[in-house]
């Protein structure tokens, strides 16, 4: 039986009829977009009729970048982030709390620090850690998810010494005598606690992942990508988080450096299929680490040094990566901020033909400061883009310490982007970024629409990008580059995923778009939210 949805302002996303008064829904699906009086005439009797008393839809939001196994694990950890943690103080009384409510055979961990944020502004130490827990090993990750922090006790648990080497692509932070752990690790430093801290079991990160797709739907996000979660067994949680209640629409991109040395990993073809709820997009890597982070690999060094940061993946890497892309006919995508970076990978990816079909072959992501070469590959190659302006909206302390704002008005040139032809999705990257509510996407839309941070900052106007274009990056165009092939658009034949806003998004102050709220949130016809 149809449905219909009538007396709204519907923004379809689509090019030709951008905007409409309703729509009509049967099986899930989109059946007739139109004005109120063609869809009414249109109706049968007995069928129902929901009147959206003049509210604005738009469809459902995807984030085309985003980690939601690890966004929900860290939602059981210590939130190191203002309100509730504004000095390193604050984040000793928080690990206090958690080592006296836990006892001694656990982890403490936490996620979130903004140095930039913090009182002292500077990283913790581990001694800053020891102060608040020196008997159990205490793990804390940089909003970043680039840097983290460990105290003596975790060191020592993952045998990390005065004499143990940097890893390739990562470093271990030293004492002023150049030897002696500070508890610093970068980039791939980070592994070596990663493969000794205990994750979530899988059922455990299941029912976490079910939570958060609770919020997910709260937010208006009816699909995501999943773009990697170290260690984690995303090939598990997700298909038993659906059967939990998790509603998303999921592109897995597994992180190769996890996969690529299992002599065991193989993925079905039925794995790639896109009209399941969760399906394997592609392979993921990261080439180099983040701004706020001082670990992306740029060719201007970070304001006031000469540190350029860090290539994290080695050229075998970024071959044997490709390779299984194009035998398994299925998207790469790069962790790219950094100008080498960018190029690096740009290049690399351009001397090879087109491997697919129906979505990108290729993504970068980030894409923090791209320079003309590079553009110019990505335009050419047909490489789309996921970018988070989310980051100098909350992390607008670290970048104006990193890169100064001039450079940081260039970074993240979105309006560039798109004059240039290059598809671009926009994303969160939750959990790495300093905001409270890291997965929020209205926020993300404000930031592209405004480029001003959370504190009023001007962060280049001249890269700002009008409502209507954010709503379709959030939609249309992350479908687009993540292979959601019956989502983005409100138009015959698609999916009936749509969200119902508490205001309307295209005539709100453009400063207050991130106060706007789903009222109720539909995935294939049925009320999530």
């Known amino acids: 039986m149809k449905e219909y949805y009538v007396h709204g302002k519907v923004f379809t996303a689509c090019d030709e009829g951008l905007y409409a008064e309703g729509f009509a829904v049967e099986n899930g699906k989109i059946t007739a977009v139109g004005s109120d009086k063609e869809l009414l005439e249109a109706r049968k009797d007995g069928e129902p009729v929901h009147d959206l008393g003049g509210r604005t839809v738009i469809p459902g939001l ?5 980690h939601p196994a690890q966004t929900a694990e860290f939602r059981t950890q210590i939130t190191c982030l203002p309100p509730r943690v504004c000095s390193i103080a604050d984040l000793q009384r928080e690990i206090r709390a958690v080592r006296a409510s836990q006892g001694k ?87 070596m606690v990663d493969r000794v801290a205990p994750p979530l079991s899988v059922p455990d990160a299941a029912k976490e992942l079910a939570k958060l797709g609770k919020l997910l739907s709260a937010e208006g996000i009816v699909a995501v990508t999943e773009m990697g979660d170290e260690g984690a067994d995303v ?48 392979l993921k890597l990261l080439s180099d680490g983040s701004v706020s ?7 201007e060094p970070f304001l006031g040094t000469d540190d350029c940061g860090i290539s994290v993946t080695s050229d075998e890497t970024l071959d044997s990566a490709i390779a299984y892309c194009k035998a398994h006919a299925c998207q790469l995508a790069v962790h790219a901020m950094g100008a080498r970076s960018i190029e690096r990978i740009t290049r690399r990816v351009a001397r090879e033909a087109r491997w697919m079909e129906g979505a990108p072959h290729a993504r970068l992501e980030h894409v923090t400061e791209p320079e003309e070469e590079a553009i110019r590959i990505m335009a050419e190659q047909g490489i789309a883009v996921a970018t988070q302006p989310l980051f100098f909206f909350s992390e607008i302390e670290s970048y104006r310490k990193n890169y100064g704002m001039e450079r940081t008005k260039r970074a993240y040139p979105i309006r560039t982007l798109l004059s240039r032809g290059i598809r671009v999705g926009l994303s969160t990257d939750s959990p ?72 309307d998004i295209f005539t709100v102050p453009s400063g207050e778009i991130g106060r706007v709220r789903p009222e109720e949130t539909y995935i294939d016809g049925e009320r999530v939210f």
């Open 62 to 66: 995807i984030d085309s970048h985003m």
């Open 105 to 191: 055979d656990r982890w403490v961990r936490g996620w979130g620090f903004d140095d930039g944020k913090l009182a002292e502004k500077r990283v913790p130490t581990r001694h800053d850690l020891d102060e608040g827990a020196d008997d159990v090993p205490v793990y804390i990750t940089r909003n970043c998810g680039h840097v983290v922090v460990a105290n003596t006790a975790a060191l020592a648990a993952c045998g990390i010494t005065a004499e143990t080497p940097d890893p390739d692509g990562g470093a271990i932070g030293r004492e002023a005598d150049g030897k002696t752990p500070n508890g610093i690790l970068y980039e791939n430093a980070r592994e």
């Open 235 to 282: 090939l598990s949680i997700y298909p038993m988080a659906a059967t939990m209640g998790y509603k998303q629409k999921t592109a897995m991109y597994l992180y190769w450096e996890y996969y690529k040395d299992d002599p065991d990993f193989c993925l079905r073809p039925e794995g790639f299929d896109r009209t399941r709820q969760v399906h394997v997009a592609g």
């Open 293 to 299: 982070g001082h670990t992306a690999w740029v060719r």
């Open 432 to 503: 790495a970024n300093a905001w409270e509510e890291p997965t929020d996407p209205f926020y993300t839309m404000q930031a592209a629409v405004t480029r001003t941070a959370y504190d009023g900052t001007d962060c280049g106007r001249e890269q700002a990008i009008d409502v209507e274009t954010a709503v379709k990056l959030y939609t249309r165009e992350s479908a687009a580059i993540s292979g959601f092939d019956s989502l983005g658009t409100l138009e015959p034949g698609k999916s009936a995923s749509f969200v119902i806003l508490d205001r």
